[in-house]
């Protein structure tokens, strides 16, 4: 009987946590880019370049226009499939994307500042029931490799091929 009792209790908490006091987690990296915003946003824009920027990335599937509400593809270095929704967008300055773990929701946010130099903020955060298992599919360590992807990021940026112009 105890374990039943215990068995319902977990299951009530699982689905009357309000959300206010789901966890969040958030991780925040800005880099400077010697670039113009133009090309700088058409790179971010250009998802068949993530590959040569993100090394986590293996091929990123996406209608022609991006757009708010759009579904991606995205297939990670593990060979997992992600459903990566264009959550908002704010043309030249920024987007949101957002994709579902099994217990909460993970939004990608890059966005351009509008002064010089030239900054690209990445604002990643992990709204849900359960901290480790951010942990467990993202890894602990998760702020470095934001660190590493902007850089990568900056450098594709510097080479010729990476100005989109």
């Known amino acids: ?41 058409n790179a971010l824009m250009d998802y068949s370049s993530f590959k040569m920027w993100d090394s986590n990335i293996v091929d990123v599937r996406c209608p022609d226009e991006l757009k708010k509400k759009e579904n991606c593809q995205v297939i990670v270095e593990s060979g997992q499939i992600y459903d990566v929704e264009i959550f908002e967008i704010v043309e030249n300055e920024s987007y949101t994307l957002r994709y579902d773990l099994p217990t909460g929701t993970l939004y990608i946010q890059r966005k351009l500042s509008s002064k010089t130099p030239l900054e690209l903020t990445e604002t990643v955060w992990y709204r849900g029931v359960s901290q480790k298992t951010f942990e467990r599919y993202k890894g602990e360590n998760y702020e470095e490799s934001i660190k590493q992807k902007l850089e990568g990021f900056k450098n594709y940026m510097e080479k010729d091929n990476g100005n989109v112009k």
């Open 1 to 41: 009987m105890k374990k039943y009792a215990f068995i319902l209790f977990v299951m009530l908490s699982f689905f009357t946590i309000p959300e206010g006091v789901a966890q969040k987690k958030q991780f925040t990296h800005t880099i400077v880019i010697n670039d113009t915003p133009e090309n700088v946003w």
